[in-house]
């Protein structure tokens, strides 16, 4: 398949899509007709008032996708929705759901996430939900050291990465108190990430193993917001969303390879305050990953990781954000010249998957969001560079809305730097990328 036919598949669809968006809404009359018929009217109330049924559909074309295919011009079509119901006798839910097809034009197979469906109350002042949600901790832009919730499917073909997130089942408790709350969370569902993993030799093959007690995995935080300086302290109990290695079985030509997802402990905090026109973050997290003196070369090591940042906004429509990262991983040794080739191999691709390739690692990242015509037009730049290998990932994006339901989104993923880095293994899914979205 050509990247002509790739394309023409993508167009007919943002086509299709288009013509949608320029007619009436289910329920409105069109112009120069009698008015709609109540039932239309009352379909489209009983949607859009008491079930809160909202989303868009999506027509894309990605260069390449993320999964070291080596195949070129990806047709994506998907469908977002969520519904937030009318309050029950205090009871309030919500439903976010998508349906994606990543590769049309070769006949892929659509896959449905649940992503979140959620009830919560209140009471007094206790607040409860449960049910599959998103949980997201940390105040630092997009990079936050504190959040072990998070689980990603990185290898989803979407223009804005916060839609790769995953839901997990969780009971989160709430107590508020002035400025303050305590939020206690339980997490017993297990959701394994999508990880990319370049190709490893001949004959090696990888699967995910299923950690042990999913059910042991917990959190509690302590929150100011709301006066002076934001702030919070955590503590996590979690299984960690970055994967270990382990051989699971070996023979004279090929070998299994597991991905072994371990728990550990992190404990947190974070803080935000302005200052005058800046706004100033920070945030750090000490992570345990029970890798004593480092003496499993296919496992992480301890580490400390730490962002600070600042950032404005200027006119009302500029806003520039920079941040400077630092890492420090603990007990890193050097590969073992003895030891077998094939555990050398995967030691040096954990610490590239796990970002552990030195003892000190610093890095910065930047983001220019820019918003004009009436915020109608969109143009963002975003990027992160590790300064140990000079490896980076930039995100150029520009989003216009042409109409209330309709915008179009152009952009792409850059990857540069050595192969052995952490972003520089990504250089042959650099990508650009074009979708057209229309609202219901």
Request: proline content about 5%; charged content about 20%; overall charge neutral.
């Amino acid at each position: 398949m050509t990247y002509s036919r790739h394309a023409l598949w993508t167009v007919s669809l943002g086509l299709a899509l288009v013509s949608l968006a320029v007619r009436p809404a289910v329920g409105d009359p069109a112009p120069g007709s009698q008015e709609a018929k109540p039932g239309s009217e009352s379909e489209r109330s009983v949607m859009k008032d008491v079930l809160g049924l909202s989303g868009s559909v999506r027509a894309d074309y990605f260069s390449k996708d993320k999964s070291f295919s080596g195949r070129a011009g990806y047709a994506v079509g998907s469908i977002w929705a969520n519904a937030t119901a009318q309050e029950v006798a205090g009871i309030r839910t919500y439903f976010d759901a998508r349906l994606q097809g990543q590769d049309l034009t070769r006949g892929s197979r659509v896959s449905a996430d649940l992503r979140e469906a959620y009830a919560q109350t209140a009471i007094g002042e206790f607040d409860l939900r449960v049910g599959r949600q998103i949980t997201v901790w940390g105040r630092a832009d997009k990079v936050n050291p504190t959040d072990a919730w998070s689980t990603r499917d990185y290898t989803l073909l979407v223009p804005n990465d916060e839609d790769q997130r995953l839901g997990v089942a969780s009971l989160q408790g709430t107590w508020n108190h002035g400025a303050y709350r305590i939020i206690g969370l339980w997490q017993p569902e297990w959701r394994s990430p999508v990880v990319p993993i370049p190709p490893l030799p001949p004959g090696v093959s990888l699967r995910n193993v299923t950690p042990a007690d999913p059910a042991g995995q917990f959190g509690i935080k302590l929150d100011h917001s709301g006066e002076g300086v934001d702030w919070s302290l955590s503590y996590s109990h979690s299984i960690s969303r970055t994967p270990d290695f382990a051989i699971v079985s070996q023979g004279s030509h090929d070998a299994s390879v597991g991905l072994l997802y371990r728990h550990v402990e992190v404990i947190g905090a974070d803080a935000a305050i302005p200052v005058g026109q800046y706004g100033l973050r920070a945030e750090i997290a000490y992570t345990n990953t029970g890798n004593r003196d480092g003496y499993d070369p296919l496992a992480q090591n301890n580490n400390v990781f730490a962002v600070l940042g600042a950032e404005r906004t200027f006119g009302g429509e500029l806003n520039i954000n920079a941040q400077y990262l630092y890492r420090r991983t603990f007990d890193l040794h050097a590969a073992d010249p003895l030891a077998d080739p094939g555990v050398r191999l995967l030691a040096l691709e954990e610490r590239l998957l796990s970002n552990q390739i030195a003892t000190n690692m610093h890095g910065a990242s930047l983001r220019i969001n820019y918003k004009a015509w009436n915020e109608t037009l969109e143009m963002e730049l975003a990027g992160v560079v590790w300064l140990k290998n000079g490896d980076s990932a930039i995100r150029p994006k520009v989003t216009y809305a042409f109409t209330d339901r309709l915008k179009g989104i152009l952009g792409g993923d850059i990857y540069r730097g050595p192969a052995q880095s952490f972003f520089g293994r990504f250089n042959p899914t650099s990508a650009a990328y074009a979708e057209l979205q229309l609202g219901f």
